[in-house]
């Protein structure tokens, strides 16, 4: 693949959380990955019986269900310039496994698995 150079003037990014990656500069392989439990209970108390674990979950221990590469295509791209050009990026977040990327990359794996909880009172 013939690479460009990425020649952007002016980027913001209001948040990056929960392994969102803001990388500048060229890539080989991106492999991203988030767990998160998250626990929505009506009321303010927690106690140690709110208390929840990864391992108590399949949705952590499973494989990913990668779809898998088909076919090769074989493709010819015209660069009409030596570079990207680009004024002004703005973002409002990054977050669970997600890559804002300037530059090129080869290969990118992202993976997120959050296990979500309503706790409704009685």
């Known amino acids: 693949?013939?690479?460009?150079?990425?020649?952007?003037?002016?980027?913001?990014?209001?948040?990056?959380?929960?392994?969102?990656?803001?990388?500048?500069?060229?890539?080989?392989?991106?492999?991203?990955?988030?767990?998160?439990?998250?626990?929505?209970?009506?009321?303010?108390?927690?106690?140690?019986?709110?208390?929840?674990?990864?391992?108590?979950?399949?949705?952590?221990?499973?494989?990913?269900?990668?779809?898998?590469?088909?076919?090769?295509v074989n493709k010819t791209t015209f660069h009409h310039d030596d570079s990207i050009q680009v004024n002004h990026v703005r973002t409002i977040g990054i977050s669970s496994s997600s890559l804002m990327q300037i530059g090129s990359v080869s290969h990118i794996n992202a993976d997120a698995r959050i296990k979500h909880f309503r706790e409704l009172r009685d």
Do not use: H
Request: contains cysteine.
């Open 1 to 72: 693949m013939n690479k460009r150079t990425a020649d952007v003037c002016d980027i913001y990014t209001n948040s990056v959380s929960f392994s969102g990656i803001v990388a500048i500069g060229d890539t080989v392989d991106a492999n991203l990955e988030s767990r998160g439990i998250a626990v929505q209970k009506e009321g303010a108390r927690f106690t140690r019986e709110d208390e929840k674990y990864f391992n108590n979950y399949a949705l952590f221990t499973q494989q990913a269900n990668w779809i898998p590469s088909s076919k090769k």
